[in-house]
């Protein structure tokens, strides 16, 4: 019997040879033979996965390692992921797998006649794409590779994505064997797309079978498919090619080819392909009517509603289809509240913004201009302004949802609504312009959209109760399910009442206690004020008493309390602060944190705060209360700053720790020299993402095209710095930035340099705990192997 070859090319394949080379094998071999332009290419087969895994005995190692998961216990599915991943990817493949892999690139090169080629290689599982257990987007797909090593080694790690966590999980989910499940890897040249998407020939809204849904933006369709821009949408009338209804959204950002390494990379539309493109239609007209005229050939080839991921090439102006698949219908229980009410009516987008604290609300719209407005706001409302400060906090603990004109991700409306689990969308430009007084809208905040009339049903809950549900928290003792971590995971926390709310959470202590709150809603005026008016001691027992209640609540574990750090404008703010604040040009980098402490304009203020700190510590014998000195900026002022606080009993020693933010670049660049003079620093990340790479954090603009990004190589190599240097000294470094709450990888970033804790919002505290447990216990064994 001759032995089954391990290449296939697509004109070989067809619909029923999935269990060769996979659903998005088989489909792409079956469109080229029906006739449908598909860029050209090869399959390794399933059989290549199969004997691998079997002729180097990796299929008995795999058993043991998932026999007895247990694939709800999430550290011990990462684990054994990342143990069987790895194990693929260090083992030698086959040689006959390896030759017959050059010989067909070899001879696709020739075909091509092209010197340099670029291909995509994407995983084909062959339980992918069927249409009783869609697959989709459980393996990994590769674009821009160069070169027949990059090629194999690419087709390994596609294999060795069938064993990602989430794969294993969703095959445990829909009951499939893990081994009656192979893999076949896709060779394909790549497209240089100009525009690109995907279309649905059933409009996956509304469930229309008369209607096709069109989603396109510039460049390669990665940026539709993984939702990195709101892509310009068409709803097509499928009896004649029409647009009925269309969407031609902002699109900030592109995919292209990364020239100067392997794969893709993001850039700005505006740099790559000029302002005008941002705003302007994606597609023309004859390109939308050939795209549909291709899609219900599809459609009719395979006699069910297809979902279609499409390219457009630069250089032939050509329409190719990528793949295609049928549509799976949602779960049930997986529909939420908007697709339901979309399912019966028609909806209508108001605007778009930055999603920044997920979630759901409707009500009717209530728009603030400063805080003399505030009341204006009642429970359930949609409090819509340019954007939020301090002074608004009260009005926003009403609102059922928070949409403002300017800001990112990192700006006080985003930052206060995550920690109050309020649903806000930032960076809309134009809310206070389109939404009108008394509106009712739905402001969806996962995605980032404000929709035309109630498309929610009104839940009989309180407010309280809804925070709770939003933030993830139950009401049972997390502590006791919370895996044990060396990587201490703190919280951070502005309001003091909310200390009741997040008790049960697993987390170690208060790594970043803001005062400004207490400041603007317990003290109620400026400190410079009260002591124009003899009233200093109410500013000491507001602020001893809101540290307090926190102190206590947590006691015995340690709540750093970062001493004020309002900027003058956020100062003028409060009652009497007018009189006595400057007003300046730009506040962000101007007069605040240790260099308003130690002025003479704000000393005798910055001793209120002293005092109050030492009220905590002293009359009710928490010494579980540190504080942390923010922005800082040189070390002599941090000299200073610690003689005050030592002439007002705030001795630093083992029992008391001056911790200090490391928020401006030179406390990076002279990182050992302030490590002599503090006991821990903690990274603000906002503040120095901002200073490093120049970029107003506050700036709607430059967060939609991408700048402001605490994951930039700039900021993380910071970071690095800081740790390492730190710890030459033995001293602490946190992090109490944006950055660990939002992104996962950031986090294993941290925790892979060496963090000592990572702070983050409530919301986030239990999920992370388990990602730095999981991170932890994958570098263990990683060390163990090397030994």
Known sequence: MTKQPYIRLFEEIHKEDIPLVGGKGANLGELINGGVKVPPGFCVTAKAYSDFIAERNLDKYILELVNGLDIENHEQLQIISAEIRNLILTTDILEPIEMEIRKAYAQFQRNLQVDDLYVAVRSSATAEDLPEASFAGQQDTYLEIEGIAEVIHHIKKCWASLWTARAIYYREKQYFDHFDVSLSAVVQKMVNSKKAGVLFTSNPITEDHNQMMINASWGLGESVVSGMVSPDEYIVDKSNNQVIEKHIATKNFLIVKNEKAVGTTKVAVKEFLGEDLVTEQCLTESEIDQLSTDALRIEKLYNSPQDIEWAIDSDTDELYILQARPITTLKEEETNVIEQAQAESNRVSLLRGLAASPGTGSGKVRKIKDITEISKVEDGDILVTIMTNPDMMPAMKKAAAVVTNEGGRTCHAAIVSREFGIPCIVGS??????????????????????????????????????????????????????????????????????????????????????????????????????????????????????????????????????????????????????????????????????????????????????????????????????????????????????????????????????????????????????????????????????????????SGILNTMGYFDERNPAVKQAIKMLIHAAHKHDKTVSICGQGPSLYPEFTEFLIREGIDSVSINPDTVADTRRLVASVEQRLILNKLRSI
């Open 429 to 698: 430009n134009n809310a206070t312009e389109v939404l009108t007084e008394g509106m009712e809208v739905t402001v969806d905040a996962t995605r980032g959209v404000v929709y035309q009339g109630i498309l929610e049903e009104k839940q009989e809950e309180t407010k309280n109760d809804r925070n709770v549900e939003s933030s993830g928290i139950e009401q049972i003792n997390l502590h006791q399910l919370a895996p044990i971590t060396g990587t201490k995971v703190y919280m951070n926390l502005g309001e003091p009442d909310l200390i009741s709310k997040y008790s049960n959470l697993p987390f170690d202590g208060i790594g970043l206690m803001r005062t400004e709150f207490i400041f603007t809603h317990l003290v109620g005026a400026h400190p410079m004020y009260l002591l124009r008016n003899g009233e200093e001691k109410q500013f000491i027992d507001k602020m001893s008493e809101g540290i307090t209640k926190v102190a206590q609540d947590i006691y015995p574990k340690p709540i750093v309390v970062r001493l004020s750090d309002f900027r003058s404008n956020e100062f003028r703010g409060l009652k009497g602060g007018e009189e006595v604040e400057p007003i300046e040009a730009n506040p962000m980098i101007g007069w605040r944190g240790v260099s308003r402490y130690i002025s003479p304009e704000y000393e005798e203020g910055f001793r209120l705060e002293c005092r109050a700190i030492k009220k905590v510590r002293d009359e009710y014998g928490l010494v579980n209360v540190w504080t942390m000195l923010p922005f800082v900026r040189t070390t002599w002022e941090v000299e200073r700053v610690k003689e005050i606080m030592a002439e007002e009993g705030l001795k630093q020693d083992q029992q008391f720790k001056i911790w200090i933010m490391a928020e401006v670049p030179s406390v990076i660049f002279q990182a050992e020299e302030f490590a002599q003079l503090v006991d821990g620093f903690s990274i603000g990340s906002n503040d120095l993402t901002q200073l490093i790479l120049g970029s107003d954090r506050d």
